[in-house]
């Protein structure tokens, strides 16, 4: 007999079905899930409990994808998923597919090669599927800056000291002076342009693929100097002092990373500042995680180190790169905690698959950054000429 407690993300198995489900489980899968330290029906808090075998078909077919669907549709469950991904993500266990999902890989890896899933034509779609889902959910989630990106820990004991210390970070990097002309690509909800103009006295231009985000971002900056426009960065044109994207080249991808520099070469002005805060991979992958790109960020893709540097030689100089990956992991879990205190308010609106989808999303990633293989990076980039020296910053 299995009872679920989905508002805890919690799962109870009775010793009764344990055994018959476990002998249900493939072989192959089972010891794939054992190499990362992961039982099914174990007793460890990061083991999965099996409540539907369809799981072990979908897992077996299309890998992350049928992991994640199958765990939307109730199939299996976990007390500390967040622990559980920590373990699959520290043994790379991707990298040991098997059987059909094989194929697909194969596939999929082939199409992305080929596509630019990141064309003009295809910019907003990650607004309209994610970012528009309702504001509701992210005012609910975030700090009280919407900060929908990682926060930064070192002296910070909430997440709101977290998000504050992370935008006075980026100021004091920018080297932000009143009267400059701040260019933010990818502005969300328009917490840093706020903050910017408010705290520094910059005129601020922000733009964003997403028609909510422009509305709330346009009412939270009503009355400073700060234009928000709905457009994408192709379409950018004009001179800033200072230019800043937080958590938007995650949505740029590889075809189109030296584009994207040139446009921001030509926008920077021959003394500025570029500051590029962005998550980052271990590794150059080759395609993108087809849960992650089918339910909560169409179109993503995650840069290499070895992929930014490769698009900056000859373009950017490289003043500071700064790494703390570690702090997404706080991020995110702070991030579901709130999710879960707001969710009893949010769920006349969203359905019980959706609690179960942000869940899967959240704590995954939390446990993608904790092992290690999720980085994440901000750089300070200057033109070649600029005359100034430049001295990083930390606090």
């Known amino acids: ?43 460890a808090p990061w083991d999965i409990q099996v ?39 520290s043994t790379d266990l991707e990298q040991t597919v098997v059987g059909p999902a094989r ?55 909430t997440l709101e000291e977290a998000q504050l210390h992370k935008l006075q970070l980026i100021c004091r990097k920018l080297q932000l002076k009143p009267g400059e002309r701040l260019l933010d ?7 840093l342009a706020r903050y910017a103009a408010t705290e520094y006295g910059v005129e601020v231009v922000g733009i964003t693929v997403s028609k909510e985000q422009q509305k709330l971002a346009q009412e939270r900056c009503a009355g400073l100097p700060v234009t928000i426009e709905l457009t994408d960065y192709r379409n950018l044109t004009g001179q800033f002092d200072k230019i800043v994207s937080v958590g938007m080249f995650e949505h740029v991808g590889p075809k189109n990373y030296d584009i994207y520099f040139n446009i921001v070469r030509d926008l920077l002005r021959p003394d500025g500042l570029f500051l590029l ?8 992958e080759k ?26 030689e000859g373009r950017f100089l490289i003043e500071d790169w700064h790494n703390f990956g570690r702090d997404y992991d706080k991020t995110l879990m702070a991030w579901s905690a709130k999710f879960d205190e707001a969710w009893p308010r949010l769920k006349a609106q969203y359905d019980e698959r959706f609690y179960r989808m942000w869940k899967y999303f959240l704590l995954s990633s939390a446990g993608f950054f904790r092992s290690g293989q999720g980085q994440l990076w901000q750089l300070v980039l200057s033109k070649r000429g600029r005359s100034d020296a430049y001295r990083s910053v930390r606090s």
Request: aromatic content about 12%; charged content about 20%; some cysteine.
């Open 185 to 191: 690509i990818g502005c969300g909800w328009g917490g």
């Open 1 to 43: 007999m299995v009872t679920i407690n989905t508002n805890r993300n919690e799962a109870v198995l009775a010793d009764t079905a344990s055994p018959k489900l476990r002998r249900a489980a493939p072989k192959i899968i089972t010891q794939l899930l054992e190499h990362a330290g992961v039982q099914v029906n174990g007793p």
């Open 103 to 157: 194929i697909r890989f194969i596939v999929e890896m082939a199409r992305q090669k080929l596509l630019n899933a990141q064309s003009k034509s295809r910019a907003f779609q990650v607004g309209e599927r994610h970012y528009d889902i309702g504001n509701d959910i992210f005012e609910s989630m975030l700090d009280s800056h919407m900060m929908y990106s990682c926060g930064y820990w070192e002296q910070a004991q």
């Open 287 to 312: 395609k993108t995680d087809a849960w992650i790109d089918k339910y909560i960020f169409p179109n993503g893709h995650l840069p290499s180190a070895k992929q930014i540097a490769t698009s900056l």
């Open 51 to 89: 409540l539907d075998k369809a799981f072990f078909r979908k897992m077996f077919s299309t890998w992350e994808l049928g992991i994640g669907e199958s765990y939307m549709d109730g199939d299996w469950d976990c007390e500390e998923l967040d622990s559980f991904f920590h373990r699959i993500a």
């Open 277 to 284: 805060h962005t998550i980052g991979n271990f590794v150059t």
